[in-house]
């Protein structure tokens, strides 16, 4: 609490896994492991953490109320795994506590990869009377899946609405307890996708080659310093009505949502050596009306009856 209405407040979450599997399979095991046996350690470490920052504002002045707040957040995930496989067992007395008794080892396997995030946000919103509501919010996020030239986007949306039941013309009548209008329009990002999807990567791996095993390397996926985040603009228009009370609420919402740099595996030609790359490409319009319906039949001491009715209409389109 750093003054009147003026607060800031940190917090750090850890999220650690140490997954380990360990397998064994008896040399006497029929049309299974019959007679090598074999036995086998995977062993996962993963760790995320994230940390966030808020400085908030809340003041009311009369008839007016704001609230504002500032804000960061920090995230990564690092995950190693590694496993190690052998074959070729005289008995089952190790089992897999001594993984070197085996005669036939196959080549150990490890992996690394790793992703951050980090996101800068603002918000505005202000009220009059309980009756007009504006909303504006602007957001900054950057992550290391995208490429180079990409990696940060700006995400904004408002958002307004009118509280009509608390008008004066609406003080002397009984039937609508609640009506309110709402309308928004904002962008949102996705970032659901694999590391490294924006970098050339290497492939390393060993062969057996006259005997001997020996090493090699290819390039095993295109790069694309361009791909960035894919967004989806969304407008809704709606309201909100209470009737008798609340004893029959009805909710209704518009909406148009287009989602537009779509991140996808695209086919290239197989004369450049691969089959695809990994680009924003298409987008996709959603449309169509949400209805929520609750009627309060009966309440009483002893009984309780309610009902509850949604539908959802929507349209889809790939443009």
Do not use: C
């Amino acid at each position: 609490h750093l003054a009147e209405g003026l607060d800031l407040k940190t917090q750090l979450g850890l999220d650690h896994h140490n997954k380990t599997y360990r397998g064994y399979s008896s040399i006497d095991l029929n049309n299974i492991s019959m007679p090598n046996g074999w036995a086998e350690y995977q062993n996962w470490n993963t760790l995320y953490w994230q940390e966030e920052t808020y400085l908030t504002y809340n003041k009311v002045f009369g008839d007016h109320r704001i609230n504002a707040m500032a804000g960061l957040s920090w995230q990564e995930r690092v995950q190693k795994w590694n496993k190690a496989r052998t074959e070729g067992f005289s008995d089952d007395f190790f089992e897999d506590n001594n993984m070197s008794a085996g005669t036939t080892p196959a080549s150990p396997e490890s992996s690394y990869d790793r992703w951050a995030m980090n996101s800068y946000f603002l918000r505005f919103a202000y009220t009059y009377k309980d009756r007009y509501s504006a909303t504006v919010t602007g957001r900054v996020d950057g992550s290391s899946k995208f490429g180079e030239n990409n990696k940060y986007a700006f995400f904004p949306s408002a958002g307004l609405a009118w509280n009509i039941s608390q008008e004066d013309f609406m003080q002397d009548q009984s039937t609508i307890s609640n009506l309110k209008l709402h309308t928004s329009y904002g962008l949102t990002g996705n970032s659901e996708i694999g590391v490294y999807k924006s970098l050339a990567t290497v492939k390393s791996e060993t062969l057996l080659l006259n005997g001997t095993r020996n090493s090699y390397s290819y390039l095993n996926r295109l790069p694309n310093s361009d791909l960035k985040w894919e967004k989806t603009a969304q407008f809704d228009i709606g309201f909100d009505l209470g009737l008798f009370n609340n004893r029959i609420t009805l909710d209704a919402s518009y909406y148009n949502k287009k989602t537009s740099d779509l991140l996808l595996d695209a086919p290239v030609p197989h004369t450049t050596g691969f089959e695809t790359v990994y680009k924003n490409i298409g987008s996709i319009r959603n449309q169509g009306l949400d209805l929520m319906l609750s009627t309060r039949n009966i309440d009483t001491k002893d009984f309780t009856w309610t009902t509850s009715i949604n539908a959802n209409f929507n349209k889809n389109k790939i443009l």
